[in-house]
Each structure stands twice: as C-alpha cells, then as structure tokens.
C-alpha cells in the first residue's frame, strides 16, 4: 500500500481513516452482530458474485448459435391450407386441384433481391424437369405491383402458374414472414417443409425427389 | 490509399492504446512517474489518431471515395451533404469510431483534470480507460474496420439507410455515446478504488459529476431517440420496447439507481458493495447495448448491421464482468457497511427502495430482452417479449418510483418522526388525493390516469413546498425574493437540480400517460376532395403529387386540415422510395400542439392520385416528453455547476 | 403462488388502458387493433400489426377484419395467427408454463428484494448503539435544527 501523500481533501482523510481503523470493538458491537464463522463462510460466498455472471454469458454464447430471423413454422406436418389464385394468366387455380400431385409453393415478389432472382431460374428449371411426373410448382406473389411482378415474370420465362395474393390471405395461412419461402406439399395434401430463403437445385430436387419417393 | 492510411492509424492507436494501459499499471505498480507521464502521452496520441481517422473518413465520405467500403456502403452520388458528414455514424464501424473518439476525449479530461491530483488513483483510472479504449480500438481494427478497401471500386455506392436521414439522427448517437463513454470515467475509479485498495468514499465523491454529465447525456440520447421514433418511423409511437431501445435504457436504469445510492454512501457510510455492483453493472450494461444491437442474436427495428463482432463483445463483457465482481470479492472485507440504518421510516430506506425498483426495471427489461433467448434454449420455443408485457409490467413499478421520488428527498435521515412527516407530507399527500378527486370529477374515469396525476401532483407540491419554505427561510433573514430564489439554486445546486430533473420526470410521466390514455386513431381511404373527422379535426384529401429527389423518388399527398370551418394546416405525409430500399419509407407529417398531435402517415395510394389511404392519430400531450426533456436538461446543468458550498 | 396473485391483480388493469381510447369509428375498429396491438407484425422487427406502416400489417389487420366480421370472437381470431405462426405472433408471451417466468421473476425479485431492504435495516440498526435526540428540547427549536439541516443537505 503506497504512503498516504500530503494535501488530500477532508473527505478522503475521514474516510480512509474509517476504511483503516476496523478495530474490534467496531466490528463486534452487539449481541445481534455477526459471528466469526460468518466471516468465514464471507470468504467462500463472495465468489458468488462473479460467479452468477457465468450462466448469463453461456446463455448470451448460446445466442450465437440461433438466428433470430428463422422462426420454426408449426405448420410443418400438418395439412396445407386450401387457396384459390387467380393467375396471372388468366384463369384460376387452388389447391384442391392439385390432390395427388406433389405442390411446390413458392411465395416471392419482385422487390426481393437478391433471393428471388436467384432462385427464380432453379424454380423454372425444376418446373420443367418434374412437371410431367405430378410435380406442380406454384407462385405466389405477395406485396407487389401487378406490373413490376408481370416484369419479373417475362425476365425470367417463368412457364409455372402464379398469381398475386392482394389481401394476405394465402401469406397469413402459410405463416409467410417474408420473401422468398418455399413450402413442399406432399400428395396427401400436407406441409412437408418449410425452406427460408432461395431455393437452390440441391433443396429442391432433394425436396421433390423425397415426397415422389413416398409413392401416394 | 485514404483506407490504408486510415487502417494504420487505427492499428497503431491500438498499439498505443495498449502501450499506455500497461505503462500507467506499472507505473502506479511500481512507482514509476515516468511510465505514468509517457501513458499520458500515449492517451494523447490515441486521441489524435482517432481524430485523424475519422477526419480522413469523413473526407472520403465527402469526396466520395468509393475505394473505403464502408463510404460505398453508406452513401451514394445522391446523398445530400450534410448527410455525407452524419453517415460516418451511420453503420457500426463509423459509430465505433465515434464512440472511441468520445471515450478518448474523456480520457484526456480526465488526465488534464487529475495528472496532479487522486495520486493513487489516477494512474489506475488512466490505465482502465486507456484499456476499454484498447478494445474498441481491436474493434475498429478487427472484426468491424471502418477503413478496408473495396476492389473493384464501384462508380456509386449503396446510399446511406434512409431512414437515418433525419437531423434526430445527427445527435441522437451523439448523446447516446456521450452518455455511454460516460460511464467509463466513474467504472475506471471504481476499478482504481478497488485495485488500491482504497474503497472508501473517495471515488464516490471524485465522480459524482462524471456520473451526472453520462446520466444526463444518456437521458438526452434516449429523449431524441424517442424523438425520432415518433417523427421518422411513422408508426406514431416513441418507444416501441425493440431491444436496441432497452438495451440503452437499462443502463439508464442502473445508472439512475447508481446517482441515488451514492448520495446514501456519501452520508451514511453504507451501500459500498451495492454502489460498487451498480457502476460495474451499469458499464457491463453499455457494453451489453451494443452486443445486443450488433450481435445480431435478437431482432431488432435498429439493427442495421450486423457482423462477426458480437464475439469480440461478449469476450470483452465476460472479461469486465468476471474481472470487476472478482475485485469486488477480493476485496468484499473491505466493503463491509460502517453506518447503520435506524429505522425503516427514513431517507436511507426511501432511497433502498428507490433503488430495488430502479433495479427491479432494469431487471424485468433485461429479462424480458433476453427471455426469447431463454426459452428458445429451454423450449425449444421461439417467443416474443414485446411492449404489451413491458407496459404492464413497468406500470407499477415506475407508479411506485414516482412515489418514492416524492418521499426520498424530504423524509429525514436516519428516523423521521412523526413531525417530520406531517410537516413535509400532510399538505401534498392532501393535494394529491384532492387532484386526483377533481380529475375523475372533471370525467377521468381511468384509474391509472387517476393513481399516475395524483402522485404527479403530490410530488410536485412536495418540491414546491419545500421550494417555497427555503426561499421563506431566506427572506426571513432579509434577502430580496428573486435574490433568494436563485441563491437557492445556485448555492444549493446539487439539491434543486434534483429536484427540477425530478419535475422534467413528472412532466415526461404526464406525456407517457397522456399518450397511452387518450389518442385515438384510425385508418381510412380517402377520395380526392373527401373529407373525414377525427377529434376536432376536419382533414380533406386533396390530391397527391409526385416528384424526384436527389436520391429518392417521393409521393407527397395533401390534406387539409380544418376545425370549425377554419383552415388549421395544410399537412403533406409523403412516401418515399428509394433505389436501394425493398419498401418504401414513411415521410410522417404532423401539426404539434400542447395539449395533442395530429400525426398524418401516408398508406397506400391509386397512382393516378384519385385515392389515398391515409393513417390518421390524434396523439394526446406528447409533446409534454420533449418539453419535460427540456426541464430535465435544465434541472442536470444545474446539479453538474460545481458545488458552492465546499468552496 | 405470489407472483402469481400479484401478475393477475396486473391482468385486471390491463382492460383500463386498453379501453381508454374513446372509439374512434365503429366499435368494430377498435375491436381490430386491441387484436392487431397484441400480434407482431410478421415482416417489422418489432412493431405491433396495429402500429406498423408496413403493407404486410396493412393486410394482417385486413384479416383480423374480415375474420370478426365471419363472426369470429377477438381469441379465435388471436388463436388463428398462434397457429399459423406459432407463439412467436404474440408480442407478450401468454402467461403459462415456462412464460410463466418472465412474468413473475421481476416481482419475486421485488420481493425477494423488499425481504432483504428489511433484513439489512434490522441488522444495521443494531450496529451501533444509537444516541437518540434528547426530547426535551422544545419544538420550536428542533423545527428550526431540522430545518436548516434540510437545507444543508444535497
């Protein structure tokens, strides 16, 4: 402890001195006062303090591991919600149409980017690889003009049915929270799996060839 | 070459930064002055070098050099001037670099303020800020480097987040920060008092100011924050509970706590360890600020970058945290309280409660902020914690805060008797109930609104009571009123600043209740020339106009507003698109008044302009949380003065 | 247990709040965004679908619209987004379980912390002995100590 120097103010003076004066009687004042083996069960409790820390930071680790933006759909498992759409085409298509049919249902819009226009070629190329062995990918467009999404649609030669979902409806059912999600509806008519983010080929002939796999 | 220049700097501020920490450890370790002096050179030259590189940044913001990725990624061609200069704290790296800069200007406070003075503290104080400043100097040179080259150079870079293209946002991460690097002047004593040894009372008493000025620009960080909220976000709100929002709220919390119990320290010699936990917890809190914001584990409006620096943080908060409560076990001994408590009746249990609740609200905020975290790691579930559960879960606490604010400055210490309390509390505790009375005569048939005016009237009078008898007792011994008055403020500064900061709380308490209690809004589409009423207001679409900004396209629309035939405003909400942005941005138009808002938020719109759908809200007292900033600037400028009577 | 009694005296107030805003169009309006006040907008980070201006609230309130009007009541409305979205629509987590928690951990820890203001003031107390102020001085005078240690304190 280095000497005390001259010229400190008044009220370190005072209360150093109470620091440094911890005599017996001032430690042991009353019959209520704490005994000695307080003080020592002191020393192993303190090291609580620095201790309780360590859960909060293993927690706050463990935040690492999760994305906060890949929210688990429960929808997963259970029977996809019926729609009606009207395409873009002309004409109308829902979901009862397709029974026995492996779906693809894409949601996307044309202010998406990168991810819808990256996956945009793999859905097209999918769409003419599967379409004669009951495979039906179907889009969604979802908070979008008519005229920017007819745009995105002749960009890419999209050849699959798709149509505008102006009121939430179809996004609201399928839990959608954002562009693009893919749903792989199988023949019996129920959400396989959900696939956040652009559909690669790998996903989407993994996907495809699983659910034609289970035979209907 | 500006991102080479400007990455050496950096690298080697780091290095200096390193240098002083250790040299002003060993030189208070071992006695070495000259070490000390040399660290305090060090300090300097970090300071230079972080104000060359952020001079040498915002040069490359205002020529456009698209070379500096991060120029490219927060501006483009179109970007106005001003905003060229404000997108250097537009994205993590810059803010970084600010907070560093910020956090170095009080370091070099500190030194020009302390080189002779607190001998056994000052090098240890030096040798922590030099060390947190270390670390966001590894920051800046690491994980997040606000100088590294973009090849090849882009002819035009992706534009500044538009929504940051507000003035609010100019000084909102300035007093944000300000008040965030604040902290690290009472944390560093703090530490210094723990490392020497000498953990009394004179750390407390060499960083009350220190504490104030950080309170207080933390304070006005918030407010302007709220600010813009309300005037850019367009979702007619101030405080939507996001974590980015808690997370600088909390160490408010903490902090506020931390400024009250040091007064109870001060004078009774009890609460060491319990100040000592809160100015560790409220450091570790601003660091936990900004993991949570940049970490990207939880969502967040404000989370406008994200990148692999959230390890760099937690490594950093895990090494304060477990660093500083080590200390504070090693030297538990030490932190024994030396006062006593007499009765539960007194100042000292006031300001005890006052804390437990202050705490218990940062608590509940950190623990609602974190708990999806929890439950997805336990559950499995991924859940929200959102402002529903804060609103309902903070109303009684802050209730009983405002009730405490009234009780803590005018109960007496150590017992209060019975005469004491009627002297001080009879009239206002009267008034109150009297108050609140009158309001549920007057139709107020909310009994919140009612609990929340009556204890805002009972703590108002309390300090205009105590206001009006001083000032009595003075012109008693023959001073002039107005002479008597300022004396007051100006002699007893520390007090009367409480007490006018604890009337801005009360105004911005009003403001909070006014808001929650009586807007009203709604939502409808319009024709061109239709007209519809809300409150007193008469609001007719007149048509929408389009035009082209510098970097954005916009879509004005114009409504008239009218009270009784007469014409109030014309208000023009706008939409706006940017290039670079999936969906457009709300332009908020409003008409403040005292007593309400009218918050006009364009929706959508037919393009040939024959229809609008328009968000309407008629927001009541808002405009009480800025006028009650406003007090409270003045109430903290007041309590920072320094203080008369030791003079 | 409470906790527990003290978070549904808390659930009793909430009504007051809520129905402060005197109705500003039909009641059915007001009916939507207590609904949309209590489900996070999908798209938003954190708004609620009442408050955010995103095209995607637009639609969810929308939803909540037309499914009051298909004579849904407001919790089979709420119960519709819960199961499409899961727990995480709703922006305060329905109190059972292990929400239960987050619930009750600020005011146990009130509690807990009120228990411990005591403990401490009945120890500290009996520290030292106390020299209580001696009663016989005559009010007037202790009124005018009392007074001017006011004003000698921060």
């Given at each position: 402890m280095p000497a005390r120097p001259a010229g400190e103010g008044p009220a370190d003076v005072d209360s150093d001195a109470f620091e440094r004066a911890p005599t017996p009687s001032a430690r042991v004042p009353g019959p209520r006062n704490p005994k000695p083996s307080s003080e020592g069960s002191w020393r192993w409790t303190k090291w609580a303090i620095p201790l309780s820390v360590v859960p909060l930071l293993v927690l706050l680790a463990y935040g690492f591991r999760t994305d906060p933006r890949a929210i688990p759909s429960p929808l997963v498992g259970k029977p996809a919600a019926p729609f009606s759409i009207a395409l873009f085409d002309g004409g109308r298509l829902s979901l009862d149409d397709l029974k026995g049919k492996v779906v693809v249902l894409n949601f996307w819009a044309s202010w998406c980017v990168p991810a819808c226009y990256d996956e945009a070629p793999v859905l097209e190329r999918g769409w003419r690889t599967y379409k004669d062995r009951d495979v039906v990918v179907v889009g969604v467009d979802i908070q979008d003009t008519e005229e920017a999404a007819r745009k995105f649609i002749r960009q890419f030669a999209l050849s699959f049915p798709n149509g505008p979902d102006p009121t939430g409806k179809i996004s609201v059912d399928y839990g959608v929270y954002g562009v693009p999600e893919t749903f792989f509806i199988d023949r019996a008519g129920r959400i396989r799996k959900k696939h956040v983010g652009a559909v690669t080929e790998a996903v989407f002939t993994g996907e495809v060839e699983r659910l034609l796999k289970e035979g209907s | 070459m500006i991102p080479e220049i400007g990455y050496a700097m950096t690298a080697v501020a780091l290095g200096l930064a390193l240098y002083g920490s250790g040299a002003a450890a060993i030189g208070a370790r071992w006695h070495r002055p000259a070490l000390i002096q040399s660290s305090q050179h060090a300090a300097l030259g970090v300071f230079v070098l972080i104000l060359a590189a952020m001079i040498l940044l915002v040069y490359a913001f205002l020529t456009f050099d698209f070379s500096v990725r991060?120029?490219?990624?927060?501006?483009?061609?179109?970007?106005?001037?001003?905003?060229?200069?404000?997108?250097?704290?537009?994205?993590?790296?810059?803010?970084?670099?600010?907070?560093?800069?910020?956090?170095?200007?009080?370091?070099?406070?500190?030194?020009?303020?302390?080189?002779?003075?607190?001998?056994?503290?000052?090098?240890?104080?030096?040798?922590?800020?030099?060390?947190?400043?270390?670390?966001?100097?590894?920051?800046?040179?690491?994980?997040?480097?606000?100088?590294?080259?973009?090849?090849?150079?882009?002819?035009?870079?992706?534009?500044?987040?538009?929504?940051?293209?507000?003035?609010?946002?100019?000084?909102?991460?300035?007093?944000?920060?300000?008040?965030?690097?604040?902290?690290?002047?009472?944390?560093?004593?703090?530490?210094?008092?723990?490392?020497?040894?000498?953990?009394?009372?004179?750390?407390?008493?060499?960083?009350?100011?220190?504490?104030?000025?950080?309170?207080?620009?933390?304070?006005?960080?918030?407010?302007?924050?709220?600010?813009?909220?309300?005037?850019?976000?367009?979702?007619?709100?101030?405080?939507?509970?996001?974590?980015?929002?808690?997370?600088?709220?909390?160490?408010?919390?903490?902090?506020?706590?931390?400024?009250?119990?040091?007064?109870?320290?001060?004078?009774?010699?009890?609460?060491?360890?319990?100040?000592?936990?809160?100015?560790?917890?409220?450091?570790?809190?601003?660091?936990?600020?900004?993991?949570?914001?940049?970490?990207?584990?939880?969502?967040?409006?404000?989370?406008?970058?994200?990148?692999?620096?959230?390890?760099?943080?937690?490594?950093?908060?895990?090494?304060?945290?477990?660093?500083?409560?080590?200390?504070?076990?090693?030297?538990?001994?030490?932190?024994?309280?030396?006062?006593?408590?007499?009765?539960?009746?007194?100042?000292?249990?006031?300001?005890?409660?006052?804390?437990?609740?202050?705490?218990?609200?940062?608590?509940?905020?950190?623990?609602?902020?974190?708990?999806?975290?929890?439950?997805?790691?336990?559950?499995?579930?991924?859940?929200?914690?959102?402002?529903?559960?804060?609103?309902?879960?903070?109303?009684?606490?802050?209730?009983?805060?405002?009730?405490?604010?009234?009780?803590?400055?005018?109960?007496?210490?150590?017992?209060?008797?019975?005469?004491?309390?009627?002297?001080?509390?009879?009239?206002?505790?009267?008034?109150?109930?009297?108050?609140?009375?009158?309001?549920?005569?007057?139709?107020?048939?909310?009994?919140?609104?009612?609990?929340?005016?009556?204890?805002?009237?009972?703590?108002?009078?309390?300090?205009?009571?105590?206001?009006?008898?001083?000032?009595?007792?003075?012109?008693?011994?023959?001073?002039?009123?107005?002479?008597?008055?300022?004396?007051?403020?100006?002699?007893?500064?520390?007090?009367?600043?409480?007490?006018?900061?604890?009337?801005?709380?009360?105004?911005?308490?009003?403001?909070?209740?006014?808001?929650?209690?009586?807007?009203?809004?709604?939502?409808?589409?319009?024709?061109?020339?239709?007209?519809?009423?809300?409150?007193?207001?008469?609001?007719?679409?007149?048509?929408?106009?389009?035009?082209?900004?510098?970097?954005?396209?916009?879509?004005?629309?114009?409504?008239?507003?009218?009270?009784?035939?007469r014409v109030l405003a014309v208000m023009q909400p706008a939409k706006k698109f940017y290039p670079q942005e999936q969906t457009p941005i709300a332009y908020v138009d409003y008409l403040m008044g005292l007593r309400e808002d009218l918050y006009l938020v364009l929706g959508d719109f037919a393009r040939d302009g024959s229809q609008a759908t328009i968000k309407v809200q008629v927001n009541r007292l808002v405009t009480l949380i800025w006028l009650g900033g406003l007090v409270l600037t003045l109430g903290a400028g007041l309590a920072i003065l320094p203080d008369r009577r030791k003079a | 247990m409470k906790g527990r009694v003290l978070l549904l005296a808390l659930i009793a107030l909430v009504p007051l709040l809520a129905a402060a805003a005197p109705p500003a169009g039909s009641v059915n309006e007001d009916t939507v965004r207590e609904i949309a006040a209590q489900l996070r907008c999908v798209v938003c980070q954190n708004l609620s679908v009442a408050d955010s201006p995103s095209e995607m609230a637009n639609q969810m309130r929308g939803i909540i619209r037309e499914r009051l009007q298909a004579a849904d009541t407001p919790e089979q409305v709420v119960a519709y987004f819960v199961e499409k979205y899961g727990e995480w629509i709703l922006l305060s987590p329905p109190p059972r379980g292990f929400n239960l928690l987050v619930w009750t951990l600020p005011f146990v820890g009130i509690g807990v912390g009120l228990v411990a203001v005591l403990l401490l003031a009945r120890r500290w107390s009996h520290r030292t002995a106390r020299l209580p102020l001696p009663e016989t001085i005559d009010p007037a005078m202790r009124e005018r100590i009392e007074r001017e240690m006011a004003e000698l304190e921060p």
């Open positions: - | 991060y120029v490219a990624m927060n501006t483009n061609r179109g970007t106005p001037f001003y905003y060229r200069i404000t997108a250097l704290w537009g994205a993590l790296e810059g803010s970084i670099i600010l907070w560093s800069w910020m956090l170095s200007i009080y370091t070099l406070l500190v030194i020009l303020r302390y080189r002779s003075r607190h001998p056994e503290f000052y090098p240890w104080v030096l040798s922590v800020m030099l060390g947190v400043l270390a670390f966001f100097l590894l920051v800046m040179t690491v994980p997040a480097p606000p100088f590294q080259r973009l090849t090849p150079i882009p002819p035009d870079g992706r534009g500044l987040n538009p929504l940051l293209e507000d003035t609010g946002m100019i000084t909102h991460p300035v007093a944000l920060y300000l008040g965030f690097t604040g902290f690290t002047v009472p944390f560093a004593f703090a530490m210094a008092a723990l490392i020497t040894g000498r953990t009394g009372d004179e750390w407390i008493t060499v960083t009350r100011r220190w504490t104030i000025v950080a309170w207080y620009f933390l304070s006005l960080g918030l407010l302007i924050g709220g600010w813009w909220s309300y005037h850019v976000l367009g979702w007619g709100g101030y405080w939507a509970w996001d974590p980015v929002e808690n997370a600088a709220f909390m160490p408010w919390l903490t902090g506020t706590a931390f400024l009250h119990s040091v007064m109870i320290q001060e004078r009774r010699r009890i609460l060491k360890l319990w100040n000592l936990t809160l100015i560790i917890l409220t450091f570790g809190l601003t660091l936990f600020g900004t993991f949570l914001t940049r970490s990207g584990i939880l969502s967040s409006v404000h989370s406008f970058t994200q990148g692999t620096i959230g390890a760099f943080f937690l490594g950093f908060i895990a090494l304060i945290l477990l660093g500083a409560f080590g200390l504070v076990a090693a030297r538990g001994d030490r932190l024994k309280a030396q006062g006593e408590l007499d009765s539960i009746l007194s100042r000292e249990s006031a300001f005890l409660l006052n804390n437990l609740m202050l705490v218990a609200a940062a608590f509940t905020v950190f623990f609602g902020t974190i708990f999806p975290l929890l439950s997805e790691a336990v559950r499995g579930v991924k859940v929200s914690v959102g402002a529903p559960f804060f609103n309902l879960v903070n109303i009684p606490i802050f209730l009983a805060l405002i009730f405490l604010m009234g009780v803590g400055p005018l109960i007496a210490w150590r017992r209060a008797s019975r005469e004491n309390l009627r002297r001080n509390f009879l009239w206002p505790v009267g008034l109150g109930i009297v108050a609140a009375g009158a309001f549920r005569m007057l139709g107020v048939a909310h009994t919140l609104a009612l609990l929340c005016f009556g204890l805002v009237v009972f703590v108002t009078a309390t300090i205009v009571l105590d206001f009006y008898r001083a000032t009595r007792a003075r012109l008693r011994s023959g001073e002039r009123l107005l002479p008597a008055m300022g004396g007051l403020l100006v002699r007893q500064n520390r007090r009367y600043g409480g007490f006018v900061v604890h009337l801005g709380i009360l105004v911005i308490a009003l403001g909070v209740l006014g808001s929650n209690a009586w807007s009203i809004q709604t939502e409808t589409t319009l024709r061109r020339g239709e007209a519809f009423q809300i409150g007193r207001y008469h609001v007719r679409f007149d048509g929408l106009a389009a035009s082209e900004e510098s970097n954005h396209f916009k879509v004005t629309g114009t409504f008239t507003v009218a009270n009784d035939g | -």
